[in-house]
């Protein structure tokens, strides 16, 4: 009988972590949770604290192609049953598109659009009918964003793959559901800020790590398209649907 896993990358910290946890507490159906970030420690640690389900260590870049295919080689050897592949891997950095250094924008890049793109379609071959990818993206999904200019177009390419990722899984029941969630109160906001004041607006409506990834999991249960967080968050869906995108910059 083939291992049925559930992988997790950015799992050392943010909604990654948190994820982690809140699904060591209720997941039944798993034999282990693939752990996949850069700090092998942090996964230490998760791992040492996690009480129901087994954890596997994998640390690794997925912006590495090296490493990435000895993460393809290892899904090749093992051939697992992938129940659940949620992709919380992601960096960000805000400032002026000419302000940012060239290193950072390629970072952005990588990370959340090669990555996420590449682990998904290194996945898929694994995964069984009725079983479910979380993209984790953001409301800067929406809209271009002035002065995160490369993180929001970033975050775009996730909803709009994702989106038509769905579709086209649509025969398989693989359901893809892509979380767009405000500002988080995780140590996200800090590196992507790069130690700069966040903006009052932000600040007023960041929401907390727990309830954004509790709501996340339940939406991706019912197979929903998307999970937003919040009232604020839903009217910044609706607006920019219905409002010319200029009105925001």
């Not at 640390?59 to 899904?75: G, T, Y």
């Not at 929903?224 to 649907?241: D, H």
């Amino acid at each position: 009988m083939k291992k049925r896993i559930v992988i997790v990358t950015g799992a050392s910290s943010g909604m990654g972590q948190e994820f982690v946890k809140q699904l060591d507490k209720c997941l039944k159906t798993v034999d282990e949770i693939w752990l996949i970030a850069r700090r092998k420690e942090r996964l230490q640690e998760l791992q040492a604290s996690m009480e129901h389900v087994q954890a596997r260590v994998l640390s690794m870049d997925i912006c590495n192609d090296s490493e990435l295919n000895m993460f393809e080689s290892l899904l090749q050897t093992e051939q697992p049953q992938v129940r659940l592949l949620i992709n919380a891997a992601g960096v960000g950095r805000a400032g002026r598109f000419d302000a940012i250094t060239r290193n950072e924008i390629i970072n952005m890049i990588d990370l959340n659009v090669k990555a996420l793109v590449t682990v998904t379609h290194m996945v898929l071959p694994y995964m069984a009918r009725r079983s479910n990818i979380i993209q984790v993206a953001s409301a800067s999904a929406f809209m271009p964003q002035k002065e995160f200019a490369v993180y929001a177009a970033s975050k775009s390419f996730v909803l709009s793959f994702s989106k038509a990722l769905r579709a086209e899984l649509k025969d398989t029941r693989i359901f893809v559901t892509t979380v767009c969630p405000g500002p988080v109160d995780t140590e996200f906001l800090a590196i992507s800020n790069a130690g700069q004041e966040q903006k009052p607006l932000k600040k007023l409506v960041t929401g907390k790590v727990e309830p954004v990834v509790t709501k996340a999991l339940r939406d991706a249960k019912d197979g929903k398209e998307l999970s937003i967080y919040g009232l604020p968050m839903k009217a910044v869906w609706v607006a920019s649907k219905v409002l010319p995108h200029n009105l925001f910059l």
